[in-house]
Each structure stands twice: as structure tokens, then as C-alpha cells.
């Protein structure tokens, strides 16, 4: 259908408004007209003026196509956890849902062209963190030792992850599981996070909450029950991480109250010295004195927001996703256009730079130019 003969979709505004956390205020003081009037183009009450229309499209970035398109991808959004929930602003996550969104519908357009591996572990409801954690490790063949990257492990094992995307506002990571042509896909999308340790911990977390969807309904939590979802998350992230066996042979028979041992075992484990210390008070190998003593000598060494090893270890970043991408790129020989033009084929419209940020590609990356070189860690169809 084209432009010319479809009708403006409201629902497309009201998204394209909230990618870009802004309000319905924010959108009418822009195109100096009143919220009412936007109201009533999103709920398709009247159709915006041509100015008004190009105004819109400058304002949230958007191809005017995108606008006059209906959703015909088959996609199930289901719950989103968020890891600031109570400190984060609706507007900001909704901006992030929206991105989130948007990222599975890519995902569904490479797809067309390269099969990424199925998601391999089934939720579950067990509130147990150690055995949510043996569950995974016996599943994927983790063995009992410490995880080097999870990140690599969970993307190779069906979890499509992403970095965070513009203005996410002190979100440190998010999680959620869509339906997308009824073949479940878990997403996470991981913080600005600059150290390596806390990166692995929150994507060890969000793993937590891929496993548990279904069992929380986060619309109808407390503060206090969310909360009580959260640390439930933590210690299922540092059980998955800090096996249990061979940490408690690291920390027999003494040193348990050596502030250096935790940090040395940091390159082991690849979690900070905080949660190596909150593991071994959870595993009985040290009291509550004990504990408080350690975690005394974390502030006093001034490692709440620093620990050694942090700044001069790097990150693990998310791949496939990107690194897809650019298979159909380079090996495929799909031009960035043609790859414009899967989107369109299930009525989504984005401009090539929109795309390049939402997976992390380099800006330009899919201009029709020629690329060289590929990464070879997908299946291809």
C-alpha cells in the first residue's frame, strides 16, 4: 500500500514520541499547536497538516513512511525489568522499551537473512538461586568452574543482547523476552557500564530474569516486593558466577578477612571484590562480624565506586548482533538499501542511522559502499 493511499497511524506517533522520551507537552510547545491537538493525532482523532507532519519528522527522527504504516510484524512484547525501577522516570522507560521494540523488529529482518541460535533453557519457578544457577551450568555445559564471559556464553546460547542506547539515564541494565514469530527471544540491553566486573554481574542478572519471566508480575509489585525480585536476581548472578565448591577451597583455611584476597580473586572470578564478599558471607564461610569488618575495609580503601583491577581491565561487548549484521552485509553482499527495504517488506521504515545506533554499528556502516572481511559466528540460511 503506499503513502498516498494509507492513513496516518497514531500509534506510530505516540511510539516515535516516546522513543525519544518526550511527552505530549514537549511535542506540542515544538509545533507551536496545543496537546490536544497531539492527543488527538495519536488516537487518530484527526490527521496532522503537512507542515505539521514534516515538523514531526524533523523533531523525532523518523521517515515519513514510518508514519503511515501498520505493525504486521508478529511480535509479543512481555515484561520489562528494569534494574532503577524506582529511580527511573516513565518517560525514560518507555523511551527504552520503545528502542527495545524497534531492536527486536531488526532482529527479525536479519533473521530473513542469517539464523541466530534458538534460546536453549526454559523459564522455570524456582526461587532457589543455587539451583537456578546448577540448572544453567548443567544445561549449557558451564563445567564448575568460574565463567570468563558471560556475555559470549548468553548470546551463543540464544540472548540477544545490545548496549545501551542513547539517553538511557542512569539505567544500569533491562531485560525483557518477546515472541517474535512464535519463537521466544530473550533481549538484554546492558548499561553504559565501563567496568568489566559489574558489566558480567548485571548480565548475569538480566539472565535471572529471563529464566523467572512469568513467574513476577512487575505491573502489580510493591516497592518493597520488587526489591525483594531484585536481590533475588543478585544472588542468582553471584551464585552462577562464584561456583561454590571451588570458592570455598579459595578461601580455606585462612585469609577470609584479607581485604587482598578478594581483590586477587577478582581475575579469577571476574565479579568484583564487594560480591566475592557478599558470596562467601552467603555460603557461611565467614560471619556477620566478618562481613561487616570486610565491607568497612571497602569503603575505607575507598572501593565502593573503584576497586583495583577496574579501570585497566576491558569490557566484554556484546557480537552477534552486529556482528550479523554485518555478515549480511559483507558476506551476503546485502547492500545497507536492500536491507532498508527487508524492514519495509513488514511495514517498518527507519532511516539507516537509526539502525547503526540501535545495534551499534559505526555511523555510515550502511551506506551502499563496499565492505571486506566478515565474522563468521552465525548460522546462515
Same mark, same amino acid.
Given at each position: ?5 494509507? #492513513? ?12 525519544? !522520551? ?30 505539521? *507532519? ?5 523533531? *523525532? ?11 504486521? #510484524? ?12 524506582? #529511580? ?75 548496549? !545501551? ?82 570458592? *570455598? @577451597? ?23 571484590? !564487594?560480591? *566475592? ?46 556482528? !550479523? ?31 547503526? @545506533? ?24
Amino acid at each position: 500500500m503506499s503513502i498516498l493511499e494509507s #492513513s496516518f497511524n497514531g500509534a506510530r506517533l505516540k511510539a516515535a514520541r516516546q522513543y525519544n !522520551a518526550m511527552t505530549i507537552g514537549d511535542v506540542a510547545n515544538f509545533l507551536d499547536v496545543t496537546n490536544q491537538s497531539i492527543s488527538q493525532f495519536e488516537n487518530n482523532k484527526i490527521d496532522p497538516k503537512p507542515e505539521n *507532519l514534516f515538523a514531526l519528522c524533523n523533531l *523525532l527522527g523518523f521517515p515519513r513512511e514510518y508514519f503511515f504504516e501498520e505493525d504486521s #510484524s508478529k511480535i509479543t512484547i512481555g515484561n520489562t525489568y528494569f534494574r532503577s525501577l524506582s #529511580s527511573t522516570a516513565k518517560k525514560d522507560r518507555n523511551a527504552q522499551v520503545e528502542k527495545v521494540k524497534l531492536v527486536a523488529k531488526i532482529f527479525e529482518g536479519i533473521e530473513k537473512h542469517i539464523s541466530f541460535p534458538a534460546f536453549d533453557l526454559e523459564s522455570s519457578d524456582k526461587m532457589d538461586a543455587e539451583e537456578l544457577a546448577k540448572m544453567v551450568r548443567e544445561q549449557w555445559n558451564l563445567g564448575e568452574g568460574p565463567i570468563y564471559n558471560i556475555i559470549d556464553v548468553m548470546e551463543s546460547h540464544g540472548v540477544v543482547i545490545t548496549s !545501551a542506547f542513547e539517553n538511557s539515564k542512569g539505567i544500569d541494565a533491562y531485560s525483557h523476552v518477546e515472541v517474535i514469530n512464535k519463537k521466544a527471544v530473550p533481549i538484554v540491553v546492558l548499561g553504559y557500564e565501563k567496568n568489566a566486573f559489574r558489566q558480567q554481574f548485571n548480565a548475569a542478572h538480566e539472565l535471572g530474569h529471563i529464566l523467572t519471566d512469568g513467574v513476577f508480575d512487575v505491573e502489580e509489585m510493591s516497592k518493597a516486593e520488587y526489591k525483594n525480585m531484585e536481590n533475588l536476581m543478585n544472588q542468582f548472578s553471584g551464585t552462577l558466577l562464584i561456583p561454590k565448591d571451588m570458592y *570455598l @577451597k579459595d578461601l580455606y583455611p585462612s585469609g577470609k578477612t584479607d581485604i587482598k584476597l578478594y581483590i586477587e580473586l577478582k581475575k579469577k572470578y571476574r565479579v568484583s571484590a !564487594a560480591a *566475592l564478599i557478599v558470596r562467601a558471607y552467603q555460603l557461611n564461610a565467614i560471619t556477620a562480624n566478618q562481613y561487616q569488618y570486610l565491607m568497612k575495609q571497602i569503603s575505607q580503601h575507598g572501593y565502593r565506586l573503584e576497586e583495583p583491577y577496574d579501570m585497566e581491565t576491558p569490557i566484554c561487548k556484546p557480537r552477534y548482533l552486529k556482528h !550479523a549484521m554485518k555478515m549480511i552485509i559483507e558476506d551476503k553482499n546485502v547492500s545497507g538499501s536492500e536491507f532498508i527495504n527487508t524492514l519495509k517488506s513488514f511495514n517498518l521504515s527507519l532511516h539507516k542511522g537509526m539502525i547503526e @545506533k540501535l545495534i551499534g554499528l559505526e555511523e555510515g556502516y550502511l551506506g551502499d559502499n563496499n565492505h571486506t572481511g566478515t565474522v563468521h559466528l552465525l548460522n546462515r540460511v
